[in-house]
């Protein structure tokens, strides 16, 4: 288990991200497993054992030279593992479009940079809708809500931040999302009734998309295998391990490996209980269509 920590990258501060703690890990491991310790790693590289261990914490960023010596050591000769090595470690120099937003937004920098590289996301949400599928005006309203002890230009930045986060979708090749929706979402009024009319008219617009499924998960399903509420299970391609993603009253967790599993197989047992896409769509019309 992951949990999140403030700071954004190695510029602005030496704290550690999602994707250098990975890259720290399996320098860990494939310094265990080739029997060597950190100190003849760094006399192989000339550096000291400080440099070494911050590479392996994922404090210090691993240098292009620095990779590919140390898989020159550790014997990597599989042309494919060391070509996702390195691009893991390329990704952890890599700064997006949230870099330049203050401080106190650098903490949700690891899920930005995780849903941006995500090839798939299976989404379950029981309060709001997700902040992908959110129209301007519904998250300002759920910004405002959440928000709602911070200054007017936090809000405005934390909306901007959301609605550029949606380009992903706009993307030549933009993730599969199978978006899961707890059926009080649906009725929860998010700012007017009119604001709501033109947030189910836009979710279901986007449900036409071949790379969006969305179902809701009826009232009648009764109690379920998620009574702790909503998750976002990510997708990952090579190099990168699937994460789960929670949100918590303390911050947010981010789990991989092994601890992805029960969510997984969670997420199938609520999709299966859920009603099927046209229903789920035939439900968000009537919506749409009751007068206010």
């Known amino acids: 288990m992951i949990v999140d920590q403030k700071g954004s990258g190695m510029a602005k501060a030496k704290t550690a991200t999602l994707r250098s703690r990975w890259l720290g890990r399996r320098l860990r491991e494939l310094r265990q497993a080739s029997g060597m310790s950190i100190q003849e790693v760094g006399e192989f590289l000339q550096r000291n054992m400080g440099t070494v261990s911050r590479f392996e914490n994922g404090i210090y960023p691993v240098r292009r030279p620095d990779m590919m010596a140390m898989l020159d050591l550790f014997g990597v000769s599989d042309s494919r593992h060391r070509e996702n090595l390195m691009r893991l470690s390329e990704s952890v120099w890599q700064t997006g479009w949230w870099d330049g937003y203050p401080d106190e937004f650098t903490e949700f920098v690891d899920f930005i940079w995780l849903e941006a590289q ?127 993603y929670v949100e918590t009253p303390n911050g947010a967790l981010y789990l991989e490996q092994t601890e992805t599993a029960p969510a997984a197989q969670r997420y199938d047992r609520l999709w299966g209980k859920s009603l099927k896409s046209d229903e789920s769509a035939e439900l968000i019309s009537a919506l749409i269509e009751e007068p206010s």
């Open 118 to 244: 995500a090839v798939g996301q299976r989404l379950f949400d029981t309060m709001l809708l997700p902040g992908l599928l959110q129209t301007e005006r519904y998250a300002d309203a759920a910004i405002r809500a959440a928000e709602f002890d911070k200054p007017e230009e936090h809000i405005e930045q934390g909306l901007e931040v959301r609605l550029q986060r949606q380009e992903l979708l706009d993307r030549e090749h933009p993730p599969i999302l199978q978006v899961l929706l707890d059926e009080s979402v649906l009725y929860r009024q998010v700012g007017s009734a009119e604001v709501m009319r033109d947030q189910l008219t836009h979710l279901l617009e986007l449900s036409k998309r071949p790379n969006i499924h969305l179902r809701v998960l009826p009232f009648s399903a009764g109690a379920h295998e998620s009574p702790e509420g909503a998750f976002k299970y990510f997708v990952m391609d090579d190099p990168y391990p699937d994460v789960v």
